[in-house]
Nanobody, 119 residues
Framework: QVQLVESGGDLVQAGGSLRLSCAAS????????MGWYRQAPGKQREYVAT???????NYLDSVKGRFTISRDNAKNTVYLQMNNLKPEDTAVYYC?????????????WGQGTQVTVSS
C-alpha cells in the first residue's frame, strides 16, 4: 500500500510562485516515474510534468519555461516549482507515482492540492 501526500497549494496572484511537494510512503520496492497532473473545474485531468528516476523530464507545452519538476529519490518525494503563474493554471494538482511492489507496477495518486491564481 502506497500513500502520496501533496502539499503547497495556495491562492496567489498572477505572476507569483508556488512550490508543490509530494511524498510517498508505505510498502513498496521502488518508484519509477513520478509526475504532476491537474484538473480545472469542468475540464478533464491533464498531464503537467513527469520525471524519471534518472532525472529525465517532460512538460506540458503551456508550462515549459515556467514550471520545473524535480525529485529526491532518497526521500521518495517529487516537487513542482511553479513560477510566473497565470489564472489558467488554476486547478487541483495531483501527484502520480509509478510504484513497484509485490503485485507488480501500479499507479498511485495523491488526494490533490488546490492552486488558485487570481488575475
Amino acid at each position: 500500500q502506497v500513500q502520496l501526500v501533496e502539499s503547497g497549494g495556495d491562492l496567489v496572484q498572477a505572476g507569483g510562485s508556488l512550490r508543490l511537494s509530494c511524498a510517498a510512503s508505505g510498502t513498496f520496492f521502488s518508484i519509477n516515474a513520478m509526475g504532476w497532473y491537474r484538473q480545472a473545474p469542468g475540464k478533464q485531468r491533464e498531464y503537467v510534468a513527469t520525471i524519471t528516476t534518472g532525472g529525465s523530464t517532460n512538460y506540458l507545452d503551456s508550462v515549459k519555461g515556467r514550471f520545473t519538476i524535480s525529485r529526491d529519490n532518497a526521500k521518495n518525494t517529487v516537487y513542482l516549482q511553479m513560477n510566473n503563474l497565470k489564472p489558467e493554471d488554476t486547478a487541483v494538482y495531483y501527484c502520480n507515482a509509478r510504484v513497484v511492489g509485490r503485485r507488480g507496477v501500479n499507479d498511485a495518486w495523491g488526494q490533490g492540492t488546490q492552486v488558485t491564481v487570481s488575475s
